[in-house]
Structures are given as C-alpha cells and as structure tokens.
C-alpha cells in the first residue's frame, strides 16, 4: 500500500474551499476558486493538478472539479481544520 503523505497547508486550504463552495457536491468551477480565495487562475490549475495527482479531486474538460469520495472525507476535516485555525486567529 502507496505511503499517503501529509497534505500542505495551502491544500488544506483549497480543501476546506472546495468542501465551502461545493457543499452540495455538484462540481466547482475553477473559476470560483479564483473569486473566492482572490489568488491567480495558474496557481489554481497547477493545485488542481496536484490534488488531482493524489486521487482527491477529479477535474473535467471544462475546469469543474469535483471532490472524489477520498476527496469528500479529507474535504471534511480539513474544514475542520481550517475553521479551528481562523477561530484561533481571531480571539
């Protein structure tokens, strides 16, 4: 069994936008990941294509990616994660 190695903050972070946006899991586009976390659409491709290398996302022809059922569990805890971090900053 392939060693799984542990996620970067910064795909922590996309994680926990992409388990915020796609709650209803339809699919995001690419480009509402851009709006949302205000940073470029390469930078966005190129942690897509990284999340993707790991089986936790799967993104179609037109730029909508969606979370993988692994995706989905790991999604979940990093919003966990993400919003106990942003609560710490904030008290």
Known sequence: ???IRPLTEAQVKYLAVLH???AEGSGIRSIEIVRHLGISRPSVHSMMERLAGIGL???DYYGIVYLTEKGKEE???CAQLYQASSAEVTE
Do not use: F, I
Request: proline share 0%; net charge positive; glycine share 8%.
């Open 1 to 3: 069994m392939e060693k």
């Open 20 to 22: 915020e946006l796609d």
């Open 57 to 59: 996302v799967r993104k």
């Open 75 to 77: 999604a979940g805890r």
